[in-house]
């Protein structure tokens, strides 16, 4: 079941202002892969007018925060979800509008529902592609990890 993109920025998106200077916002989910889409704009560029390594870092960072979010609530779960570790890589510059593809395979998805079923707390290793219009530039390899909430408790 794919969320509804408007109620999910509701709930969660607009509480990151960053987000909107960015002016990114989060274009499909299909139960398995986020899209966020960005402009190449003056708050996404560095002093050399490509991609601001800060808004790419930023736009995967909750493109997989956003998966492991709507993985966890598609199969009944209303979880406090972090971002253990991250490893981005960058290979080309970004020279125009870009957006974000975060996805975890179908293995792991399976490990973490079960995991959150069973011990209300699951890790979910999530891959995120940054493309321009013409490549791939960048890449994030994340592991997220969430926590069931219980009774508005919280692990922060």
């Not at 790419?56 to 997989?64: I, K, P, R, Y």
């Not at 390899?141 to 692990?155: H, K, P, T, W």
Request: overall charge positive; some cysteine.
């Amino acid at each position: 079941m794919a969320a509804d993109l408007k109620l999910f920025g509701d709930k969660y998106l607009k509480k990151i202002p960053f987000l909107d200077f960015m002016q990114a916002r989060a274009t499909s989910w299909d139960g398995k892969t986020m899209r966020f889409d960005a402009p190449l704009m003056p708050s996404n560029v560095n002093d050399k007018g490509f991609g601001f390594a800060g808004s790419l870092g930023t736009m995967a960072s909750v493109a997989g925060w956003s998966v492991i979010t709507l993985m966890a609530e598609d199969a009944g779960f209303d979880i406090m979800a972090v971002i253990k570790q991250n490893q981005m890589q960058f290979f080309k510059p970004v020279q125009s509008d870009f957006y974000a593809l975060a996805h975890a395979e179908d293995e792991d998805k399976g490990t973490f529902i079960a995991s959150l079923k069973q011990k209300k707390r699951g890790k979910l290793p999530i891959t995120v592609s940054l493309f321009d219009k013409r490549r791939l530039c960048a890449q994030q390899q994340a592991e997220y990890v969430g926590l069931v909430r219980d009774d508005g408790v919280s692990f922060v």
